[in-house]
T-cell receptor, first 113, second 116 residues
Framework: NAGVTQTPKFQVLKTGQSMTLQCAQD?????MYWYRQDPGMGLRLIYY???????DKGEVPNGYNVSRLNKREFSLRLESAAPSQTSVYFC????????????FGPGTRLLVL | AQKITQTQPGMFVQEKEAVTLDCTYD???????LFWYKQPSSGEMIFLIY??????QNATEGRYSLNFQKARKSANLVISASQLGDSAMYFC?????????????FGKGTTLSVSS
């Protein structure tokens, strides 16, 4: 039981390049989330997916797109990376005893030059 | 609007002492959840404890307890008998009913340093 996994762990991009961050969970959770964490701040929601086939914008969606490929996988795409997107990206899924807890992946550190 | 406030940028404690990390929240929803996460220097986010707004008793998980004072809108984390491995950033978060439904709203965090 791996929980939430993310790839890659670290990536360097040039401005204007594109990439996809991958996330998968094996806990059979319906809801999945993408957050970003900037220095000195808590996490902010980019996009979320309440269930397979649905996605919605969060607090900071500009410059990103997402795909809920199936129940397990939720990917985040940067079409044209900008330096302002330099951040640590966390994927999470929600479930657990209280059906409230969000469990996080290890994060992807992204540097856009 | 929902908001989480953590006013202590850094806290210092010695091993085996107890420490309280402060968290206040603001919401107009009658139903909400409160969470604490630990982020060690390795970067992962580790779930510690959850408190529901309708729970009658304060939540406890091992050495962690949540001091929930609803009228004051506070949800402080108490760590008993601190250990060196408790040194980390701690985030308070709330599950609100914002546009993203069940997404978490985070505070800015408190850095805890435990010394021997």
């Amino acid at each position: 039981n791996a929980g939430v996994t993310q790839t890659p762990k670290f990536q360097v991009l040039k401005t204007g390049q594109s990439m996809t961050l991958q996330c998968a969970q094996d806990m059979n959770h319906n809801s999945m989330y993408w957050y970003r964490q900037d220095p000195g701040m808590g996490l902010r929601l980019i996009y979320y997916s309440a269930s397979e086939g649905t996605t919605d914008k969060g607090e900071v969606p500009n410059g990103y797109n997402v795909s809920r490929l199936n129940k397990r996988e939720f990917s985040l795409r940067l079409e044209s990376a900008a330096p302002s997107q330099t951040s640590v990206y966390f994927c999470a899924s929600r479930g657990g005893i209280h059906q409230e807890t969000q469990y996080f992946g290890p994060g992807t550190r992204l540097l856009v030059l | 609007a929902q908001k989480i406030t953590q006013t202590q940028p850094g806290m210092f404690v010695q091993e085996k002492e107890a420490v309280t990390l402060d968290c206040t929240y603001d919401t107009s929803d009658p139903s909400y959840g409160l969470f604490w996460y630990k982020q060690p220097s390795s970067g992962e986010m580790i779930f510690l404890i959850y408190q529901g707004s309708y729970d009658q008793q304060n939540a406890t998980e091992g050495r962690y307890s949540l001091n929930f004072q609803k009228a004051r809108k506070s949800a402080n984390l108490v760590i008993s008998a601190s250990q060196l491995g408790d040194s980390a950033m701690y985030f308070c978060a709330m599950r609100g009913h914002n546009q993203a439904g069940t997404a978490l709203i985070f505070g800015k965090g408190t850095t805890l340093s435990v010394s021997s």
